[in-house]
């Protein structure tokens, strides 16, 4: 496997996350350490969150210009390597962290296994729309890959989706809640919340 710290005759560059291994079909390509590395395309091999995890350095390092692909299993490594870049609409929330999968609003006990979830109890609204007004069990939002850039909808005591809102952005006004990202959550609940597509989106190869 190639450890050079520059980017290849193709600019192409491997960041390895999660403790992944190089997939064969890349292991002839320079490894980076970080995000923070000069070349044209950056090739992720990791989990959404490692992926979500590069896209926020880029964003605030407004390097938004890198393509950028992401392997989560090997067969996907070739795709990666040839694949078209296009750009797309980048989530971002209030704290200025990305999401590439999927984010929730939920009370506190829903963050525990085995648990029925609490009630999350304010009201949500994407654009100018009204999500909820009382008490749910949560919230999903979910990017798009195209404009207006993201969807959210309110859960089922099972965790299943109801109607689907479109928008640019997803704001909640609540008596707490806790924010998972891409299967993070944050470590302490907020009264205000929002994810919004960013005004720059991101150069996603595919």
Not at 133 to 144: F, H, K, L, Q
Not at 177 to 204: I, K, N
Request: glycine fraction near 10%; hydrophobic fraction near 40%.
């Amino acid at each position: 496997m190639s450890t050079a710290s520059g980017p290849d005759a193709t600019g192409v560059m491997v960041l390895l996350t999660g403790g992944r291994r190089m997939p064969r079909t890349l292991r002839d390509l320079p490894v980076a350490e970080t995000p923070d590395v000069s070349c044209r395309r950056l090739i992720v091999v990791g989990p959404d969150a490692e992926l979500a995890a590069v896209l926020t350095r880029l964003m605030r390092s407004d390097r938004l210009d890198v393509e950028v692909a992401h392997v989560r299993r090997g067969w996907q490594a070739r795709r990666a390597r040839s694949g078209t870049a296009t750009r797309v609409p980048l989530i971002r929330d209030d704290t200025g962290t990305v999401i590439v999968g999927a984010a929730y609003w939920v009370g506190e006990s829903g963050l525990e296994k085995g648990s029925p979830p609490a009630k999350l109890t304010g009201e949500a609204v994407v654009d100018d729309d009204l999500l909820f007004d009382g008490a749910v069990t949560g919230v999903r939002i979910e990017p798009t890959p195209h404009p207006p850039g993201l969807r959210a909808t309110v859960l089922s005591r099972h965790m299943r989706p109801g109607r689907w809102l479109t928008g640019r952005a997803a704001q909640l006004g609540t008596t707490g809640a806790f924010v998972v990202r891409d299967g993070v959550p944050a470590a302490r609940a907020v009264r205000r919340s929002t994810f919004y597509r960013h005004t720059e989106g991101w150069l996603q190869v595919r």
